[in-house]
């Protein structure tokens, strides 16, 4: 067990509508990444956050957004959905979002029907 | 941008044996190099990782040895048990613990 946590476990969904993914970081950790991953795409890094601003971002579509709160806590909102978006989504953390390493939750799986 | 090649996608030992998983990557400035396991419906473990300035690291039965000249890092696994069998990531950053790039993932099987 990683420490970071994530809800819910699954999600299943029609197209065209939005959904919220959340994440709860390690005690301590400040940074919060969030990963795509698909069979076809594999992991893919789509953005990070740090002690509540954005610090990179990857391939995060435009349909995508994200946010951390001051609890630390993040959100991946996914609208507009697709089936191409059918995937499991991961929320890593680390402790300084620079230099430290990540550690990943077990993962949302997202189902678009 | 970053691109991450790794070989083999599937690898098959007998329990006992070593395994090893090689990746390459393309952009030289990439400087930190972890190596991630999947187990199957669970996230992505760190199992171990390593930096440019350093040219291999050991940690138990996992060792992870790097070449910058050629751009190549491996992982090997030595005296493997069932319990190793899980997909196995590379991945590769420019920026230390940020903008991973991932490889495609090896499946390794390790038969009793």
């Known amino acids: 067990d990683s420490g970071v946590t994530q809800t819910p476990k699954h999600l299943i969904t029609a197209t065209g509508q939005r959904v919220t993914l959340r994440c709860s970081p390690r005690s301590g950790d400040l940074s919060v990444y969030w990963y795509q991953q698909s069979l076809d795409q594999g992991l893919q890094f789509l953005i990070q956050?740090?002690?509540?601003?954005?610090?990179a971002k990857g391939n995060i579509l435009e349909r995508f957004s994200a946010q951390q709160f001051p609890d630390l806590h993040s959100e991946l909102n996914l609208s507009s959905l697709e089936l191409g978006d059918s995937a499991l989504y991961f929320c890593a953390s680390s402790v300084d979002g620079r230099d430290a390493e990540q550690y990943f939750g077990p993962g949302t799986r997202l189902t678009v029907t | 941008g970053e691109n991450v090649e790794q070989h083999p996608s599937t690898l098959s030992v007998q329990e006992g044996d070593s395994a090893v998983i090689k990746c390459t990557y393309s952009?030289?400035?990439?400087?930190?190099f972890p190596w991630y396991k999947q187990e199957l419906g669970k996230g992505p473990q760190l199992i171990i990782d390593i930096r440019s300035n350093v040219g291999e690291k050991k940690d138990q039965r996992i060792a992870v040895t790097l070449n910058k000249t050629a751009k190549h890092f491996s992982l090997h696994i030595t005296e493997t048990q069932p319990e190793d069998s899980a997909v196995y990531f590379c991945?590769?950053?420019?920026?230390?613990?940020?903008?991973?790039?991932f490889g495609p993932g090896t499946r390794l099987s390790v038969l009793p």
């Open positions: 956050y740090y002690n509540g601003e954005e610090r």
């Open positions: 952009d030289s400035a990439s400087n930190y």
């Open positions: 991945a590769a950053s420019i920026n230390y613990g940020q903008n991973f790039v």
